[in-house]
Structure formats: structure tokens, C-alpha cells
DNA sequence: GTTAGCACTCGTGAGGCTAGAGTGCTAAGA
DNA sequence: TCTTAGCACTCTAGCCTCACGAGTGCTAAC
């Protein structure tokens, strides 16, 4: 009875996601055919519109009042309705300003992937610090704070740093900390954290055994190694929860039983954004694929993020070091503009991790061009 | 006609505002004699009730319904009612052990101090990152990413420590690197941005004319100390969030009207810690004077902070660095509790601080015993 | 100065009602 | 077979009313 996904009812669920996305009501038949001038009748939509919901691509909330489409929906509009975009020459050449005032400032290449995530598509955005597949040691440096304690900087490959304070014996100069950081150095370099553990076993460079202060040293490298890799697995950026609460989706639409649950999704989403729960089992995932994930509302696993939808890409460099970037936002949004946006900031941020690793090595998979893109 | 303030209206006084702080809910007359047992009448409580509000500590949201404090009630509450607390002894060495697990990881500690507060006081946290008044050079190292790419790490007094990434010509060796980081750190030794900006004009050491190479090196670290002040002039760490808006002042009451409302404030909330504004004006006042600084709902300068009352303390090392932490939620907080976990968080940094420092440096101006914390 | 008693006020929540929006269905037309 | 007009039906939002109950303010007695 439901009959076939003819081409119009395609173009009607198009344009019903369209305009549901822009108005954040329920779709009306009459609405569509006089705002897009359909040149058919309202009751030849409610027809198909009808049909559209016995294949699952469209709601009812209330037997009177608009259409919404569904999960599915969103599925195969994403899938096959929707017409790729990227954003205005002006909207990038803006974005990469802003970029280009932060070069050279690492650390705050994330915040700012994350600000702009969040305000270009007005939803949160989250982030995961670019990680190499293996931390690995690059060099020591210790500093003398006063004559009791000194500050050890670490740095791993990929231009990543620790710091971390160390108490010292009085006695030690200043020379005294060159030689055995550099030492260490030496002996540490380019090592991931099970070598530095072998290597802190051993306790001799160059057939010479450790003095008591260096092998301190290494076991400082090797506690500094661990407490990072315990931090950045779970930590997540984010920017732009104000943005996605002001989406009307946390507004109380009628009733006060409405009102009581719009504060409750509120509670929750921020507590989502908190804990990093239900968004942490999609970036290993976005990690291994490449192109750009998109996660409807329903087809999360966690409950908690059946009103969610997810968009994420992989950023980095191939085979040296990759992070994740995207947004979060209620399942009705704007998704060839988030996506393209999504798509944008992982290029940019690629390209900015590649010129720091080595101008040759190719950015990375998710490039503007890339078809993987469109694929999900 | 509204009579003077005799001892049981001050013990009805402060049994109003511990009710009402417990419950959230106005406080009846009834409720009073009942759950305290006081040995006068419910119409005795009316009538001072009445006095109390004709002297603008309590009010009144209607006529039926009871008693709620007025801002004027929480500053009496505060200065002349409380009771000085502090934290159990199982809290504290709890707090303190959480705080021993980091050690040494200087960049954790801002954090951390705002994660205890939030959850010892089931509100939102706020916290500068300590400063010293100066931001003053203490060394630079150069290390090679790869042929045309080196990573400065820029290290202040203090254990601040700030990245950057600068680009080198294919020919520099590691030594070359390393030479040039000495004597421009030998350079800049204990400078601040305005004696590096001098020496940066000069561009000699010893006499000899600093090479290209070295001037870059200059600048950059004149650029990183501006680019730093910048961040953190602004920059509040904050935390609890989630923890504030569980708060049943972020609950609709009743009715669709007040649900309304309640998501403003939410959303206003939101606002204000992450722009810190409404906060920025304090900080600086915190910083400057001593002990614990209690600022009660419509005592905010900005319209925006007229719901919510703030509880700050300074902490660092005297003469050398210092930040601002504190507590912010509904004016209905509990101000004991919450005073007490603000001092004791601050007199834990700041003795951290002060270790980091030099061990016989006075830890700070908030000691658990300093009697200027009770002044406020 | 304190207390019992009582009238009065007002917020809350339930219930009922109306208007309006939008559908589903039916029967006629292309 | 597809499309369309017409119309009955359904459901929600918003409004009004009403009764209940909590808590006060006042008065008069102690």
C-alpha cells in the first residue's frame, strides 16, 4: 500500500527536512506547496507525504499538526538528497585568517578548530588533541626554579609538551642539569613509553651505569609518558554548548511538562559534553575511518544520544599523528552545511599539522576533493 | 515601628536563611517552631517575622506563602550570624590526596582546584591561573622538528611555560639551535616584555651584534610574552557548571511562565562563564585585597549577576605570583561551607605555590587562621 | 510581650471550553 | 491510475474558572 519512493515524494521529503530544519515545526502539506510552489495540490502531498511515513522517513507527533521526518529520513537525505556544499569563498578566507593569527601557537590550534566548528555551524563542536598512534620521547630540558626545585619539559614528537616540577638537591648547578638532561636525551630519544621502561631497567648508556639523578630522570619521563596518555584519552574539547542550546530544541514549545523536559535535556546534553560518555566510543571509530562520519539521533548505542546527531572527521597527518573534530547538535540541523564545515576545519587543521610535521607528507584523507566524503 | 533587632530575631533570622538554603522553598512561621522547636508561638515568629522584613533582611514573594531572605539578609547572615566552619578533617585529606596525586604537574593544578570546589560546593567554580605581576623570561629551547621546522619552548618565572613553532632554514644543525637558544636566553635572562622589547631594539649581546637568526629568536619571544598576557589577561578556568544548574533555582516552579524564565537564567548563566563577564571586575579586586571576598546577589556591579552570589579568595606567594578561585551560584548558597572550601582550597595552592617557589617564602595571605577571612 | 483564633490573600492545579491548524478520507474529475 | 476538492474529524494551545490549601495579618485576650 505504501507504494514506491517515486521521484517527487523524494523531492517532498527533501523539502520537507528543509524547511523542518529551518522552522523547527512540524511541516504542513499546504506550507509546502505554497512556499515552494509545488505544482501540485495539499492533498496530493498529504498523499505522498503519507507514503513517506509508512516507508519510515517521516512522522506524525499529533494526528493534527506537520510532518518530522525521522531518523531514517535524515539517513536518506544525507545519503542521497542532499546536494553537497562547501562553504562561501568568504566564510573560508575569514576562517583561515583567524587560523592565521594563532601560527605557531600549538596549543591553541584546538580551541580555535573548536570556536569556529562552533559558531559556523551553530552547535557545539568537539575535539580530541592530535595524538600520535605511539607517544614518542623527543627530548628533555630541565630548568632550575631555585636551588630546591627544578622544571622538567618534555616534548614528544608531534611537537606535543609536559611539564613537570621536580625537587632537586641543593648542590646542583646549572650545568650539572644541562649535562644530565641532555644525557638523558640521548639516551630516551625517539623512544616510545614500554622502551623507556626497558631502557629505565637497564640503567646504563653506553655500557656506563645511570647515576642515581639520572635514572630519577627517566623514571620522571617514563610517570610523565603515562599520565599523558592517561589524560588525552578522554579528554575532549568543546565549544559552543551555548550555541546548541539556543537551538529550539531547548525551548520549553508549550506546556510545562514540555518546559520540565527541555531543562532536562539540557542537563543532560551538558553532562554528555562533560563526561565525554557516548561520544567516546565514536572516536576510535571516526579515527579508523576515514571521510566524514555522520551519526543520526537513533543509530547512536547510547541512549543518551538518541537526540543527537554527530558529525565527525579525522584530522592529521597519515601514519604520524591524528586527532577528531566535529559537532553535536540536536538531529535536526542543517547537515550539507555542517558536514562541508566539518570537512573544511579537518583540511585546515590537516594541512597545519602537515607543515609542522614535514612539508611533503600528505595532509591527510579528508580533503575537498575526497569523494569518501559524501560516501556516509 | 519596626522595633529593634533583639537576639531571637537574629536566631529567627538565621534559621530562615538555613531553612530556606535546605529547602529552597519560602520559609512558614510554622515550619519555623515546628522543626526547631523554638519555645514561642508561631504568631510570636509572624510578628518579628514582620519586623525583620521591615528592616529589609527578609521578604516576602506573596502574601501567603512565607519568608525569604533579601540580599541584605544573607550580608547580616554572613558578617554577624555565621558560624565559622571548616571542612571535616575526611574531606580535607581527601582534597589534599587528590592534590598529591598531581603533584609536580604544575598545568593540572587550576583544574583540579576548580573540579574539588564545584563538588565540595555543589556549585559552579571559577579560577585565574596564577600570575606574577610580571611576566618575566626565564629561558628558551629550540628543538628541531625537522629540516625547516623547530619548536621554541619558551619557559617564564614562575614554571609558566609557553609553546611555539617557528620555521628555520634547511641548514641549521642541532648545536647551531642550541648555541643560539643559550645566548638568547642568556640574553633575555629575567626580562620583562618591556626590557626585551629594549633589548630587542639594541639587538647586541657583549657588544657583538646579534645574527638574523637571533634577532628572530628576540622577537618571537617578545611576541610570545604578548601573545601570553593576552590569553590569560581574560582566560577563567571554570568548572561545575552542571553541578550549579542542578541548583533548584534552575528549576520551573510552577508554570509554563516561570519554566520560561528558568531556561533564561540558565542560558544567562551559560553566558556568563563563558564570557567571564560580570566576573572580570572582581577579579582584579580579589587579587588586591586579602582574605575571603563575599559578593551577595543585587551587590554586583553588573545587572547580569544580580541572582548569583560569588565567593572569592586570592592565592599564590606573596610579592611573586598570584591567582584568583572561587565559587559561584544562587545568592541561596550555603556561605559557611562555601567560605570554608574557598579558603581552604586557596591556602592549599597557594602552599603548593609556595614549595614550587621556595620553601620559606609565607605561603600566602589566606591561612585557615587569618583572621581577615571572617573580616568579610 | 505573647498567644489563640480567624478572616483574608493568593498561588497552584484540575477541569472544561474554544479556536485553529492539519490531517484522512471519500468521491468526483482528468 | 493519478489528482483534486470538499469536509468531517482530531488534537493542541490557550484561556477561563474554580476550589483547595498554605500562610499570613490582625484583633482581642492573657
Given amino acids: 500500500m505504501s507504494g514506491p519512493l517515486t521521484e517527487r515524494r523524494q523531492t517532498i521529503l527533501k523539502l520537507v527536512i528543509q524547511e523542518f530544519v529551518d522552522t523547527a515545526t512540524p511541516v504542513a502539506s499546504e506550507t509546502l506547496v505554497r512556499k515552494y510552489r509545488l505544482p501540485v495540490s495539499s492533498a496530493t502531498v498529504r498523499n505522498d507525504m503519507a507514503a513517506l511515513e509508512e516507508l519510515g522517513f517521516l512522522t506524525h507527533p499529533h494526528t493534527s499538526g506537520g510532518r518530522i521526518p525521522t531518523d531514517a529520513g535524515y539517513r536518506f537525505f544525507v545519503e542521497n538528497l542532499m546536494e553537497r556544499s562547501s562553504l562561501s569563498p568568504a566564510e573560508q578566507r575569514m576562517i583561515r585568517h583567524q587560523f592565521y593569527q594563532v601560527r605557531g601557537e600549538l596549543d591553541q590550534w584546538i580551541q580555535l578548530a573548536c570556536a569556529v566548528l562552533a559558531r559556523t555551524a551553530h552547535n557545539a563542536s568537539v575535539a580530541t588533541a592530535p595524538r600520535a598512534e605511539q ?216 594541512n597545519l599539522l602537515a607543515e609542522l610535521y614535514n612539508l611533503n607528507a600528505r595532509p591527510s584523507e579528508v580533503d575537498v576533493d575526497d569523494e569518501n566524503a559524501q560516501r556516509v
Avoid: C, W
Avoid at 543520526?296 to 558529525?311: F, L, P, Q
Avoid at 597519515?318 to 562541508?340: C, D, F, K, Q
Fill in 135 to 350: 607517544l614518542r620521547f623527543k627530548s628533555l630540558e630541565l630548568i632550575a626554579i631555585h636551588e630546591t626545585m627544578a622544571l622538567a619539559v618534555i616534548v614528544f614528537h608531534g611537537g606535543i609538551i609536559k611539564q613537570q616540577t621536580l625537587p632537586i638537591e641543593p648542590g646542583r648547578t646549572a650545568e650539572d642539569l644541562r649535562r644530565a638532561a641532555g644525557l638523558v636525551s640521548d639516551l630516551l630519544a625517539d623512544s616510545t613509553l614500554s622502551r623507556v621502561e626497558e631502557l629505565a631497567a637497564v640503567a646504563t648508556f653506553n655500557g656506563m651505569p645511570l647515576s642515581e639523578f639520572e635514572r630519577g630522570l627517566v623514571d620522571l619521563v617514563a610517570r610523565a609518558m603515562m599520565a599523558f596518555e592517561e589524560q588525552t584519552q578522554e579528554q575532549i574539547y568543546s565549544d559552543g554548548l551555548l550555541e546548541m542550546l539556543s537551538q529550539p530544541e531547548f525551548l520549553p514549545a508549550s506546556g510545562r511538562d514540555d518546559a520540565e523536559r527541555a531543562i532536562e535535556r539540557m542537563r543532560r546534553t551538558l553532562e554528555i559534553l562533560r563526561s565525554g560518555r557516548g561520544l567516546g566510543p565514536l572516536i576510535p571509530q571516526a579515527l579508523a575511518s576515514g571521510g566524514v562520519q555522520v551519526i543520526i539521533g537513533g543509530e547512536h548505542v547510547e541512549d543518551a544520544m538518541r537526540d543527537y546527531s554527530v558529525i565527525l572527521a579525522r584530522y592529521g597527518v597519515e601514519g604520524a599523528i591524528a586527532g577528531v573534530l566535529g559537532i553535536i547538535g540536536p538531529t535536526r540541523m542543517a547537515y550539507p552545511r555542517s558536514i562541508s564545515t566539518v570537512r573544511y576545519i579537518a583540511s585546515l587543521m590537516s
